[in-house]
């Protein structure tokens, strides 16, 4: 029993020495889930009266495990290949997409809660793309694609 023990507080450390790079954008991830968890619950509950969905919650942590599991197998894969430099760049890449993912959330829910606010609002209009709806062609382009467009 205590080699087998041993082995896995080995394979344990092996795993977070190889994903100790992705720390600080995991605990950066934390914060926008926060951030965006506590004004979505202002934004539904005090300003549009919905109940607290526990099932909503549950679904957004789900995917928060995804993210953090995705940047993890990032890791890892990397330090296997030996490719720590593509590895910190895709690291790179995916948690911008994480941070505008939770930022257009953040400034939706801000936008409901302060509707007055024409900053808040300027800022969810144009990193929400609403201004590429106003391009004449874009229409008749999402009109020709298929509904899951």
Request: charged content about 15%; overall charge positive.
């Amino acid at each position: 029993m205590g080699i087998v023990k041993s082995i896995f507080i080995t394979l344990q450390s092996l795993f977070f020495a190889m994903v100790i790079q992705t720390k600080d954008s995991i605990l950066l991830l934390l914060f926008l889930f926060l951030a965006n968890i506590l004004v979505g619950i202002l934004a539904d509950i005090v300003f549009s009266h919905h109940k607290f969905e526990f099932k909503k919650f549950i679904r957004a942590a789900g995917e928060l495990a995804i993210y953090i599991a995705i940047m993890c197998g990032i890791s890892v894969t990397a330090h296997l290949k030996k490719e720590i430099e593509i590895g910190s760049f895709a690291l790179n890449v995916l948690s911008w997409l994480f941070i505008y993912a939770y930022g257009v959330n953040i400034f939706k829910n801000l936008s409901k809660i302060l509707p007055n606010s024409v900053v808040i609002s300027y800022i969810y209009y144009v990193i929400s793309f609403e201004i590429v709806k106003k391009i004449p062609f874009f229409k008749d382009f999402k009109e020709k694609q298929p509904s899951n467009f």
